[in-house]
Protein backbone atom coordinates (compact mmCIF):
# COMPACT_ATOMS: atom_id res chain seq x y z
CA UNK A 1 0.00 0.00 0.00
CA UNK A 2 2.60 2.48 0.45
CA UNK A 3 4.72 1.96 -2.50
CA UNK A 4 0.93 2.66 -4.29
CA UNK A 5 1.03 5.67 -2.54
CA UNK A 6 4.45 6.93 -3.01
CA UNK A 7 3.90 6.19 -6.94
CA UNK A 8 0.55 7.74 -7.06
CA UNK A 9 2.05 11.21 -4.72
CA UNK A 10 5.30 10.97 -7.13
CA UNK A 11 3.70 11.11 -10.47
CA UNK A 12 3.72 14.39 -12.47
CA UNK A 13 0.33 15.56 -13.26
CA UNK A 14 -0.84 17.61 -16.13
CA UNK A 15 -3.31 19.44 -14.17
CA UNK A 16 -0.88 20.46 -11.67
CA UNK A 17 1.32 22.01 -14.01
CA UNK A 18 3.47 18.79 -14.42
CA UNK A 19 4.19 18.88 -11.00
CA UNK A 20 3.81 16.24 -8.71
CA UNK A 21 1.19 16.04 -5.82
CA UNK A 22 4.00 15.32 -3.11
CA UNK A 23 5.83 19.04 -4.44
CA UNK A 24 2.48 20.60 -4.54
CA UNK A 25 1.71 19.93 -1.36
CA UNK A 26 4.80 20.81 0.09
CA UNK A 27 4.53 23.90 -1.77
CA UNK A 28 1.11 24.74 0.04
CA UNK A 29 2.52 24.12 3.32
CA UNK A 30 5.38 26.12 3.28
CA UNK A 31 3.26 28.90 1.98
CA UNK A 32 0.82 28.55 4.71
CA UNK A 33 3.81 28.21 7.53
CA UNK A 34 5.07 31.07 6.08
CA UNK A 35 1.71 33.33 6.44
CA UNK A 36 2.00 32.13 10.53
CA UNK A 37 5.17 33.46 10.90
Same mark, same amino acid.
Given at each position: LRSICHRLN?? +? =??? %?GYRT +???V???NL? /??QN =? %? /?
Open positions: AT +P =RKC %L +PAEFQSM /EI =R %L /E
